[in-house]
């Protein structure tokens, strides 16, 4: 994985990221190489996504991977103000009735 990942990183911009999914056993390893090829400064994240409701585990049910995101240049990232979050539908109507009632009840 080494050579692909260290070419995957020349290839990327400077505001380039990189998610990187693999299951439970491995994902400790691969957290430390993506540290060593990136740099642990441009680790941004770890998300663990679940991938289905049904596991076929003998103890334990492993219905989930992790996804490392690294940037190639955090700085760079940052300095761009970008967001990977969007607000939920229906969000705004729900926030505006807790308000309503932080209000009415003097909270």
Same mark, same amino acid.
């Given at each position: 994985?080494?050579?692909?990942?260290? $070419? @995957?990183?020349? @290839? $990327?911009? &400077?505001?380039?990221? +990189?998610?990187?999914? +693999?299951?439970?056993?491995?994902?400790?390893?691969?957290?430390?190489? @993506?540290?060593?090829?990136?740099?642990? /400064?441009?680790? $941004?994240?770890?998300?663990?996504? &679940?991938?289905?409701?049904?596991?076929?585990?003998?103890?334990?049910?492993?219905?989930?991977? !992790?996804?490392?995101? !690294?940037?190639?240049?955090? &700085?760079?990232?940052?300095?761009?103000?970008?967001?990977?979050?969007?607000?939920?539908?229906?969000? /705004? &109507?729900?926030?505006?009735? !807790?308000?309503?009632?932080?209000?009415?009840?003097?909270?």
């Amino acid at each position: 994985m080494w050579p692909r990942l260290t $070419l @995957l990183k020349e @290839l $990327l911009s &400077e505001t380039g990221t +990189i998610f990187v999914c +693999i299951n439970d056993v491995e994902q400790h390893s691969l957290k430390m190489l @993506l540290d060593e090829i990136f740099g642990d /400064e441009n680790f $941004l994240a770890t998300l663990v996504w &679940e991938k289905g409701k049904k596991g076929d585990s003998t103890f334990f049910s492993n219905t989930h991977e !992790y996804i490392h995101v !690294y940037s190639k240049n955090k &700085e760079t990232v940052k300095s761009m103000d970008i967001k990977w979050r969007s607000a939920k539908e229906g969000i /705004e &109507e729900v926030l505006s009735f !807790y308000q309503s009632l932080r209000n009415k009840h003097n909270m």
